[in-house]
């Protein structure tokens, strides 16, 4: 099979470290009954030791040369080649109790989480490769530099652990940046409380838009000097400092105060 070219224009990186594959399946455990998802396949790192495990697997690739190599290597019984943009893939077509894995893109991997995040009922858990700095934002606690609107939004949906680091030696061509391997969980229905996920959303964009400023300056289009004192809020913390249950009840707080 010819050698395929990393387009950089798709961020394309290949796993090809022999190790560090072994302990992305040792940490997804595939099952033979599992509905396992892969995105972004590219030269079968994980494609080729995940159908050791199971007796079909579907992937999403936008790369249109990897989609014909795939789909003359596998037949259609055992992988599944969806064509197109993993950021505009409908996941709850494959049905439910998905396991999703993948070495994500970097150059849209926030995007791509929050678009993932849209289908956490359909999801039992998910393992991605990412940059290492985008690892520590999520699993990141509040009152730290990398605790941010992505922390939160993520951790209001994912119990989230972070793995291992993985070093660019182990890609060809080697990124510039340390990779490392997080799992993601989705939380309860139940355990997430918001009563109004776009009220939710916005409150959280809001607090975070400057980030060094008060929520007294950040989130003054929603709450008043009355509104801070009845939710025994200091308005002179700054976002960072928040934690996800007291975004949440800042939320609930103003969708119970906009309902007639």
Known sequence: MAKHI?????????LCDDDIINGIIHAIHPQAQDK?????PGLGALTVPLLAHIPHLDVVELDRDIVERLRRHYTED??????G???AFDFASLGDKLRIVGNLPYNISTPLLFHLAEFAPHIVDMHFMLQKEVVERMVAQPSTHDYGRLTVMLQYR??????????????????????????????????MGAHNITTFAHVVSSAFAQRR?????????????????ALALDSQ???????????VNIANYLTHKETP
Do not use: C, W
Request: charged share 25%; glycine share 2%; aromatic share 10%.
């Open 213 to 229: 400023k008060t929520l007294r300056n950040t989130l003054a289009a929603l709450l008043n000097p009355n509104d801070f004192a």
């Open 237 to 247: 913390r700054r976002a960072e400092t928040l934690s996800v249950a007291e975004f």
């Open 78 to 83: 055992k992988l599944t080649v969806h064509a």
């Open 36 to 40: 396992l998802v892969e995105i972004g």
């Open 158 to 191: 994912f119990t989230m652990e972070y793995l291992f680091n993985v070093p660019p030696t182990a890609f060809d061509p080697p990124p510039k940046v340390d990779s490392a391997i997080v799992r993601m969980i989705p939380r309860a229905a139940s355990d």
């Open 85 to 87: 943009d993993a950021l």
């Open 6 to 14: 990393a387009r950089k224009r798709f961020g394309q990186h290949f």
